[in-house]
């Protein structure tokens, strides 16, 4: 067993350093922001994530687990640290990579194996991370070994996926890889496959995030074909996929999360040929002005409606809003063209635009305006259902038929039943 510092307790580092204590290596958990070092030292995790707080609060308790105040010499350095996403000029933000490079560089030994975990334009490990370790005046494969072995897991199902997935591990040669091997083998029940060349593990994370988001964009496209042939596209994607090599994903409001809205442009980092996969993208991000389609198809003229959106976590089941599409409709909505004066507002001009309020059982956030389902919906005109929480597959229709003021329900995600929520006076649009 070895002495493991992880570096980044979020949503993968905090994880996979449990992970780790729960497999008896000793793990110092590191991260720069002291809030989260004492909220995790009362057992207080800082995001949802089924399962998450009982086996944190299991490793810290067994001693296995150690938030430290500061990096830690260790014989393995896992560096899980975010990698924030620059919409402007579509590019990553390495500075979280860099700075926690410059703190390992300081307790470097001889020997040591550095891990990259977090998600990058290929060729950082090698041409970011290598030279600011370098920096310790050892040199990356020789005197320690240096590894990107992305993070593959589901938010969600983390700590089942950390168990089970496969792994890819990158190595600058193959004793970096060999080490990195030992450690995963530890607690990986999936297959562990090895490359000596850590750009390689790079693209093979995003293209793997790209595929899915690609894939999306497909169906997104399907459903708003459907939709003018007048079928259920989820219907047709689901017979479609009857088939033995056809395998569609779903429609939906958008891609959110942080990962598939961004992983793909991080493949245009070092080249210009991104075209199926940037339109996949503005695919996407143009479910939230779709859904404003259909709106105005049902309402006509939204100034002065009142639009109730349920669900604005970035997908079913977590309290995430990263690239929420939920949140994206909200402000898309906000922003609608607002009518020239009319007589309707009496020549004043003061109708100004869709009043839209969000609901969501699974976010706490005190920066969004959130309401609870009953004042959200009450004297909605629409209901926009934009996360698949399991929540709303059991609304009922006569309960929101007494608040609602209209009868328009946009189910974005398909958690609804059509038939029954026709049947109790509703006009259903599915995507
Ligand atoms: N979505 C659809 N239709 C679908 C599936 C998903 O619209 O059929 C939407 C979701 O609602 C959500 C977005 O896509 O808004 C992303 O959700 P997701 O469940 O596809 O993926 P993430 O972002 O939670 O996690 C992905 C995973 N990547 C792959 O499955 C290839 C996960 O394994 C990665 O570890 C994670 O990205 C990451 O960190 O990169």
């Not at 990158?170 to 990195?180: L, M, P």
């Not at 003018?228 to 056809?246: E, F, K, Q, T």
Request: with cysteine; aromatic share 6%.
């Amino acid at each position: 067993m070895s002495t493991v510092c992880v570096h980044g307790l979020g949503y993968i580092g905090l994880p996979t350093a449990t992970m780790l204590a729960n497999y008896d290596h000793d793990v110092f958990g590191y991260d720069t922001d002291a809030g989260v070092r004492s909220n995790l030292r009362d057992g207080n995790v800082h995001f949802e994530e089924p399962g998450l707080r009982a086996f944190v609060t299991q490793a810290l308790e067994s001693g296995q687990l150690e938030i430290a105040d500061e990096v830690v010499p260790a014989k393995y350095h896992v560096i899980c640290v975010p990698t924030p996403f620059d919409e402007e000029s579509k590019t990553a933000e390495l500075e979280y990579v860099q700075s926690a490079g410059r703190a390992v560089a300081d307790h470097l030994r001889r020997g040591d194996t550095v891990i990259l975990e977090s998600t990058v334009p290929p060729g950082t490990t090698d041409g970011v991370l290598g030279p600011i370790l370098e920096e310790s005046t050892l040199s990356a494969g020789d005197d320690f070994s240096l590894v990107h072995c992305p993070e593959t897991v589901l938010p969600g199902n983390i700590i089942t996926e950390l168990r089970e997935n496969n792994r890819i591990i990158g190595g600058v040669n193959a004793v970096s890889a060999e080490s990195a091997v030992r450690l995963y083998e530890s607690f990986v029940d999936g297959e562990i496959r090895t490359t000596t060349d850590t750009t390689v593990a790079e693209f093979v994370k995003l293209i793997q995030n790209t595929f899915r988001d690609v894939n999306i964009a497909l169906a997104n496209e399907i459903a708003m074909l459907a939709a003018d042939y007048d079928i259920d596209a989820r219907g047709a994607i689901d017979l479609a996929n009857s088939h033995p090599r056809v395998d569609i994903l779903q429609p939906g409001p958008g891609v959110g999360g942080h990962c598939l809205p961004i992983d793909p442009w991080f493949l245009g980092d070092g080249s210009e040929r991104l075209d199926l996969i940037s339109t996949a993208r503005r695919i996407n991000d143009g479910m939230p002005g779709y859904i404003i389609e259909l709106l105005r198809e049902e309402l006509g003229d939204l100034d002065g409606r009142t639009i109730a959106i349920l669900g604005v976590a970035y997908k079913g089941n977590v309290g995430d809003t990263r690239m929420s599409p939920g949140l994206a409709l909200a402000n898309q909505l906000q922003r609608v063209d607002v009518a020239q004066p009319t007589a309707a507002d009496g020549g004043t001009g003061t109708i100004d635009g869709p009043s839209v309020r969000i609901h969501d059982p699974h976010v706490i956030d005190s920066t969004l305006n959130l309401s609870d389902l009953e004042t959200a919906t009450t004297g909605a005109d629409a209901v926009v259902i934009a996360t698949d929480h399991d929540e709303f597959e059991s609304l009922d229709p006569g309960t929101l038929s007494e608040w609602m003021a209209g009868d328009v329900v946009i189910d974005a995600k398909g958690v609804l039943s059509p038939s029954v929520w026709k049947r109790s006076g509703f006009t259903v649009r599915r995507i």
